[in-house]
Every structure is written in C-alpha cells, then in structure tokens.
C-alpha cells in the first residue's frame, strides 16, 4: 500500500511539474492544484499507514492500548486542504482580474510591472500560448 | 501558561478585527491602527524585556505539555524581532494617515496591515513547525490581499507573479515538513532537534534541508529564487511596500536560520559552502540589478535582496560570531528598508514621478528629508557610524576567523557599489536642482509633517543605534548563542 500511494505520490508531483513549466495562467493553476494534492498523499504515506482502530480513548482510561491510526497526518492534511482551497480561490479571481485589464493568460506577455521595453521582442510569435 | 507571549498575535487580531467593524468610519479605522500598533510595541518590548531577565520564555497553548501540543517560545532573537517589527509598523502606521489614499483605507488597508502583522509575530514567535506553515499562510493571504489593494494594472502584474512563485514555496516548505515529520514523528522545534542528534541518514537529511532551503529561499529572494521581488515590491503604495521589504524576507531568513541552526545543527560540508555561494550572488546580482535601475522603488527592491546575501553569508560561516553579525544585520536592516521606502514614497509624492533622472531639488525644498535618507542609505553601504557598519563588520570578522577570504571580498565589494547606488541616488533626486521652481507636491506643512514624523524618528532611531551600538549588538550576540548552543532553547521548551 505504501508502495502504490508513494508512487502515485510522484506521479502527481511530476504531472504538476509539467503544467507548472506551461507559460499558460491557467495551466499553472491546474498545476498548482495538483502539487497540493500531492503533497498531501505525501504527508499522509509519511504518517506510517496502519489498518487499526480510530484514536479514541475508553471512558475512564488515559492512554489507548495497542495501536491505533495514526490521526496526526489527517489533520495536518485537513488544515493544508483549507488553506489551499482558500488560496486558490484568490489565486483564479487574480487571474481572472489580470486577464480582465491585460487580455492575455500568457505568463511571457506579463509586462505591466517591469520598465518599458524599447523594442517589441514578441512580434513573431502570435499563436496561442500552450 | 504564560499569557503574555500570545499578545503579539491577539493584539493584532483584534486590531484587524475591529477596524473590519468599524470599516464605515475612516477616522474610527485610523485611531485604531495607530492605537493598535502602539499596543502591539508595549507588549512586544516587555516580552523582550523579560526574555532578557529572566531567559528563554515558553507558553504552552491549552496547557499541553511540550511536544504534543503547540508552543510558542520567545528568545532573545524572536523577542527582538517581534519588538523592532512592531516599532516599524507603528511608523507605517502613521504614515499611512496620509500616504495611503481613501479607497484603499475604506477597502480594508488598516485590517490587511494588522492582519499581516498578526501573521508576522505568529512565525516569530512559534515553537512548531506546522504551525509555522500555517502562520506563513496568515501572513500571505494578508500580503496578496494588500498587493493587489487597488486594483491598478502593474499592481494586479506584480501580484500573478508574487503569488505564484509563493505558492510553490509554501508547497516546497509543506513537503519538508511532511518529510521531516515522517523521519521523526514530531512537529515540535525542541523535539525533533533532540531526535535529529540521533538519526543519521545523510541522503535524507540534506533532501529535507534543501526543500526548506528552497522554500525560505524563495520567501527571502535569495539568489536563483529572486525575480519575483523586484517585480512585485515596487507596485503597491509606499506603506505597503515599506512593511513588505521590511519584514516579508526577513520572516523568510529568520526560519532559515531558526531551522538551520536547530534542525541541522552539524551542517553536512556542501550545504555550507552551497549557502555561502547563495550568499556571495544574492549580494552580486542585487547591488548589480539597482546599479542599473532608473526607477527609485525598483531600485529599492534590488537592495533589499543584496541585503538578504549578508545575512545568509553569516548562516553560512555557522559560528557565533557569524549568527551574531546576521541576526544584528537583520535587526538594523528591517528599519533600514522600510525606512527607505517610505522615503521612497515621499520623494515619489513630492516631486511627481519615480524616475531618478527626472527627480531634483529635494535638498534645497526638504533639508529635513534629505538628512533622513543619509542614515538608512549609508546604513545600507556599511558606512561608520551608521549600524549597518557594525554588522557588516561582525560578519567580515567572522569570515576572516574562518578563513573564507573569497567571501569577505565580495561582501566589501558589494559594499563599495551599494555605496555608489546611494550616492548617485542622493546626488540625482536630492542635489541637483529641480525642473521647475519648486517641487509639484501642493502638501501642506502639516500633512507633510505627518508623512516625515515617522521617516525623522526611525532615522534618529537607527542614528542614535549606530553611535551607542552595545546593546542591540549584545541583544544579537546573546541571540546568536541560542542559537549555536541549542540546550538552553530544548531545554526551555521540554522542560
């Protein structure tokens, strides 16, 4: 089982790397989205993945006897979820803006913040970003 | 429980809170944040006041012994840290009252700042790795929010790049956790510095200390990791920007040299010259990138990453007397960048544009303000007796004791050109005369005066630090001894 999630783990990772590198917006969102993801089964397989009994401890004992699922990794997923969920929401309503007031996804074409250029160095290149 | 250390972030909190309120009234807002701010310095200065009488001070959140519940911990190098923080803010504060325009304050300027802040204090102070993460969350989503607060085009541009490059940051800084969790089955700073003595996997090690050296690395705009600061830090307004050269990287480098000294206490032998070699070009390509720059804030942002390589170069040396000089590098370099840029902002309002070229006549029109910009500026060159001379020249020590002579040349170097920048700077905007009669800005005295109150008191500040530097020096030399001797600091936390 460890074996399959770690796989699938980095599978994810380098599915995300490649939308990462695209010069499209939106692939990188998707790309981001992905990374998460990734790092969250990450987190998950690194928690040592045990079948047995939830972490609730008897009425009127202190400890649990025998083991038990390691409910740590769950929760540190369960706030990395959240904050990423929120995160991504402002990431698109940002690109979405930015797309707005500079007509372009295509991150090459982002000039607004960078000093004026004096010769237009993207005149053959017109086609759609990938 | 000690309650005190939760100030810092309850202070803030409640600030933002309130002002979010109160978000019809633009004077109930600014009384607020200013008050807020004033509070915030109180509380921070007694916890560094008690951390340096009575030692290391732990809080542990809902009384739950040290490694299973979440612990914030206070020395001497957080301590100063939140205390100087919270004196920036406070004059960001009040400059805002007039640098920042009526529609950013009635959309939120004041809660975002508080907000910022609140996750700020919350990385300094925590005592756990995931809740660091999750601070660094706080302070980000605070950050993007004040980045694109005003929806201009450049702004919306430098935002797409902030927040894209952060984002994979944060994802770099979450997987180490996730990694280093696995490795040793604890959150908790204290404790996996105490199993991390005994586990000896190098392969591993240096895997997790490169993911976090990626991660704090892009948040401090070290080297390979730069570009997105100067394409973003320029954008927003001068406030804005003075609080984020402030202390955005510098949260960035205190978690490098937190987890590095802590975690990874005996350095394998590449990750020291690997970060030397990040410092020796951080400091190179920054100085380089403002010798070229025309526009005075893009120019700024260039500084404040040539300022991050001296930091890491005194990481890098891993000895006390190297710590010592970072950490009083960064204690005098946060008022020194904000500082800059609210000058930034000032000559920006006065003189109508950010060209250099198109600047003059601030000296003959703004005597006050010209000497203002002398001390951060010349902070900034290590030019004696400014404090930015007594970091540098802790470091350039250190380096000399531990022969890394390559190094130190570099640094003095950097030095002569960030010289030069400052110089061209002053004599450009300040010294030559101005294009017309007088300078564009229709301020009047008293409106001008709140702009420069804040800009006067911090160059005083760090004027009056550069002449009697033994205290701020102790204060970094003490936390410099935390930090290369971890006992006291486990010792503190576990109990």
Redesign the interface.
Known sequence: MELILAVVSGLLFAASFYL?LRRN?LR?VIG?II??NA?NL??F????LTREVPPVIPYGQKTIEGAYANP??QA?IL??IV?SF??LA??LV??Y??YT??ETVDADN??????KRDVDLQTEDKRLPA | MKVLLVLPVIIPALTGILTLLLRRSRRAQRVLSVLGATALLGASSVILWNVQTEGIQVAQMGDWAAPFGITLVADAFSAGLITISAFVALAVAVYALRGMDVEREFFGFHTLLHLLMMGINGAFITGDL?NM??WF?VL??AS??LL?LG?E?????????Y??IN??A??SF??A???L???TGSLNFADIATSMGNIREAGLEATIAALFLVGFGIKAGLFPLYFWLP??Y??PPAPVSAIFAGLLTKVGVYSLIRIFTLLFPEPTGYTKTLLLVVAGLTMVIGVLGAVTE??VN?LLAFLVISAMGYVVMGLGFFTTLGLAGAVFYIFQDIPVKASLFLIGGVMERETGTTEIGKMGGLYTHRPLLALAFIVPAFSLAGFPPFPGFWGKLTLVQAGLETENYLIVAVALLVGALTLLVVGQLWARAFWSPAREDGLVSTDTFLQRSVLQTPIVVLAVALFAVGLYAQPLFELAHQAATNLTNTAPYIQAVLG
């Not at chain 1, 397989?45 to 040592?48: A, I, Y």
């Not at chain 1, 982002?110 to 000093?115: Q, V, W």
């Open positions: 990462l917006l990188f981001i990374l998460g790092v990450l987190i397989t690194m928690g040592r740590l990794p540190l706030t990395a904050i929120g995160l402002f990431t940002l690109i803006r930015n007031v500079s982002l000039m607004a913040s960078e000093p | 995931f993460y999750v969350e980000l989503i993007f929010v694109v929806n085009e450049r702004q919306l541009d430098g935002a797409v790049k927040v894209g984002l994979v944060s994802v979450l997987t956790i996730g990694l969790y696995g490795f394409a973003s320029h954008t025309r526009n893009r």
